[in-house]
Structures are given as C-alpha cells and as structure tokens.
C-alpha cells in the first residue's frame, strides 16, 4: 500500500517520553508486528523525529521503526484477534472508534482509506498469524539454538516456541509502551523451556521440580569452575540456602534413565541386563533361605491345632497376604476378638516349648 509523499515541515513535532532502541529483527518489509507498537506511538505523540524514506514510508527515530497501513491495519487485526468476547466484526468496529476517538485517521501515516477497509482486514486472524510466525521466526530460531541438546531437535523447540510467540503476541498490550519484540521474547522462552521440562525425559517432573534441577544445576558449574572439582551437596546446598537432603533428592531425580537393552559395546550384543545384578532378595542364596524358613514355620505349625495355626497364619500374614488385626479374624471365625486374642497367646506359648523352633533359630541368626 502506498504512502503519500510529505515533506518533513507538514509533519508536527512531539515530544520526547521514552528513547526508540532500533529492532533486531524487523525491516520495512517483515517487521509487520512492530505496527503495534508505532500505532500506540503515533496515537499520543511519542515519535520525536519523523522523517521520509526513500521509498515513501515514514520512519521515526534511527530511521529503525517502520509504520504503514498495512502493518497498522495487522496490529488492529492481532488485537481483534485476542477479543475473546467480542466477534471479529465488534472487535473491528470497536477498535476502529477507538482509534478515530484518539484521532489516528487524521495521522498522514494511515490514510482513510485503511480505516474503511479495516473491517475486512481485522477479521482475517489466521493471515496476521502466519505473518507474525513468518516475521519473527529469525528470533525463534535464535532463542532454539540455546537449548539444543537438551532432548528436543531443533525443528521441535522452533514449533514450540512459536506456539509461545502466538500466544504472547494475543496477549500483548501496546499501550504499556514496549516493544512486541521484546515481550514475545520471554514467551518464546517459557515456551520452550516448558517443552524441554515436559517431553525431553521419560519421567517427567513437576513444574517446580524442573525449575530447582535448573538452579541446581546452574550453582553446581559456578562451583566447578571456581573450585576446579565437582561440588559436594552440602556447598550446593549453601549457595541455593536450601537442606542439602533437597539438593541431593533433585540431583537423583535429575539423573537420565537408562535402558537396561542397552548394548555395552560396540563390538558385542551384551545388555546392561545381563551384567547388572537384581536385589539382594533375588539372589540365589536369599530364595533357598526363604523357601527353608517357610518350610520350618509349616512344621511349626503342624504342632499346633487346624484353628490356632490358622489364626497365626492370619495375624502374622504367614500365608503372604496382609496381616490381619484379632477384630478382623473373629469376625472371619465367628468368636470375639478377645477369645482370638486368648488363642493366639496359648498357640506361642505352645511354640516356644517345642523343640522345632531349635531348627528356625539356625536361619535368624
């Protein structure tokens, strides 16, 4: 869309609020967004010096911020956008009152003809959001590339940063005076580290516990490098202000997982399954003991009547399952829980006396 040709003595000078940082990523072509920003500008007076470029445009300060109708008419249709209450039509009617209440339409920079298309243009949300992912996909990618190699390829942590940078941008409010850019900054950001935090590992973690490992992390290599070894817990733990119980809980939950198909070399086909022993409860010394102890309980209680075994069985849990209270098995036998209690007194009194439990002694000591 072109803009009318104006010498720089038919334009009014404002005043000065805030100094204008010239942007990273943004040029007369691609910079669509930063629209939002110069609108707000334009409306209360804020562009100290406003001047002609050589191909029509009107360029403010260091000749760094661009405005045009197009780019005004993508920052109406962005805010339009984020309405959630409003439909688009209502959102354009009101955010055109707005701006004519302001007296944006008699700024030489958007003329007339802007406005009265406006309603076509604010309603074409998924156009101004392609432009926005297209514009600012360099700082995207710029952002991505320093959270590379923590478990997400670098087209994973792109997509998701634009996720964040759609969002931030619905969200943003140029009034408060700062730049799009540096506001989708810090959403593109959170973006991604949310990504890494959620889908990086196989256990994922709570969003505080992700945020400790970080300044664990963070602590443990300023550690490294002023102390040339690796920190203990209790070093960590000073420089956080936090228990070293803590620091070393998050440092164990922070460990990657491992498979245990993992071949071990190259070379061969072993896995850390077959080299890595199982619990002490597995070996083969620990199962003989615990199938000879359950045979000499089985004898002791063959001394003993159907019912004063049974009640042992019950309330020891003998019999694997979960042990059970004298209530519990009067109930299941029918008498009260103070004659179960009687009964089980007189059947450990009848054990201690026998000579069977000679043989258990041996596997306790």
Not at 201 to 208: A, I, S
């Amino acid at each position: 869309m072109l803009i009318p040709n104006m010498s720089l003595s038919s334009l009014p000078t404002f005043p000065m609020h805030h100094s204008v940082q010239p942007t990273k990523f943004g040029t007369n072509s691609d910079a669509a967004t930063e629209a939002v920003t110069l609108v707000n500008a334009a409306v209360q007076g804020e562009v100290s010096v406003i001047g002609e470029s050589e191909n029509g445009s009107i360029n403010g300060f260091r000749k760094s911020w661009f405005l045009s109708s197009r780019e005004a008419e993508l920052c109406l249709c962005l805010r339009v956008s984020s309405d959630k209450t409003q439909t688009p039509q209502q959102g354009a009617k009101s955010e055109v009152s707005k701006l004519r209440t302001k007296g944006l339409e008699e700024h030489p920079a958007i003329p007339r003809r802007s406005l009265i298309s406006l309603d076509k243009a604010l309603c074409n949300a998924r156009e101004t959001r392609e432009r926005l992912a297209h514009d600012y996909r360099g700082l995207v990618i710029s952002i991505a590339a320093g959270y590379q190699g923590k478990g997400l390829s670098l087209q994973d942590l792109i997509q998701e940063g634009t996720i964040g940078l759609l969002r931030g941008a619905e969200k943003f409010e140029p009034e408060r005076g700062y730049k799009l850019s540096t506001y989708i900054y810090w959403w593109i950001k959170q973006a991604m580290i949310k990504a890494v935090a959620r889908k990086s590992k196989l256990v994922r973690l709570p969003g505080g516990k992700c945020e400790m490992v970080a300044k664990v992390a963070q602590a443990n290599n300023m550690l490294s490098t002023r102390l040339r070894r690796k920190p203990t817990y209790d070093e960590t733990a000073r420089v956080l202000n936090v228990n070293a119980s803590t620091i070393r809980l998050v440092s164990e939950n922070s460990r990657p997982p491992i498979s245990l198909d993992k071949v071990v070399t190259d070379r061969g086909h072993m896995t850390l399954q077959e080299i890595i022993p199982g619990p002490e409860d597995l070996t083969p010394e620990k199962m003989v003991k615990r199938q000879l102890i359950k045979h000499e309980v089985m004898k002791l209680l063959n001394t003993l009547s159907k019912r004063e075994a049974e009640i042992l069985t019950l309330y020891y849990g003998l019999n694997g399952e979960t042990p059970r209270s004298f209530k519990e098995i009067g109930g299941m036998m029918k008498l009260s829980r103070e004659r179960i209690r009687q009964i089980n007194g007189i059947a450990l009194s009848k054990l201690r006396q026998t000579s069977v439990i000679d043989h258990l002694k041996f596997y306790l000591v």
